[in-house]
């Protein structure tokens, strides 16, 4: 079993930023690669942005150039740096350890962009 907190969400205008955490706990040794998904109201759950065991990271075109999704493997932490926030990024954020039995899913993180 794997456990994921997010944190960091909230509020903020357009052009802002935010950055989200989530820590993993429990059998982090299972896990193959942490990512970052979200769901707008009336969408489905989409990707954001991956990292896997090697670094190796991958983005959402939408939001490549504006957002960095980084590891701090001390702190069993993974970030997602959010810059330039525009409206359509306006989304429950959700954090997600991957493993070849399953996906593990956060509680999720409401980051709401005004315009």
């Known amino acids: 079993q794997v456990q994921l907190v997010e944190s960091g969400g909230g509020l903020v205008q357009a052009g802002g930023s935010l950055r989200l955490s989530c820590v993993a706990s429990?059998?982090?040794?299972?896990?193959?690669?942490m990512g970052w998904y979200r769901q707008a109201p009336g969408k489905q759950r989409e990707l954001v942005a991956t990292i896997n065991s090697g670094g190796y990271t991958n983005y959402a075109d939408s939001v490549k150039g504006r957002f960095t999704i980084s590891r701090e493997n001390a702190k069993n932490t993974v970030y997602l740096q959010m810059n330039s926030l525009e409206p359509e990024d306006t989304a429950v954020y959700y954090c997600?350890?991957?493993?070849?039995?399953?996906?593990?899913w956060g509680q999720g993180t409401q980051v709401t962009v005004s315009s």
């Open positions: 429990g059998n982090i040794f299972s896990v193959n690669a």
């Open positions: 997600n350890a991957h493993t070849f039995q399953r996906d593990y």
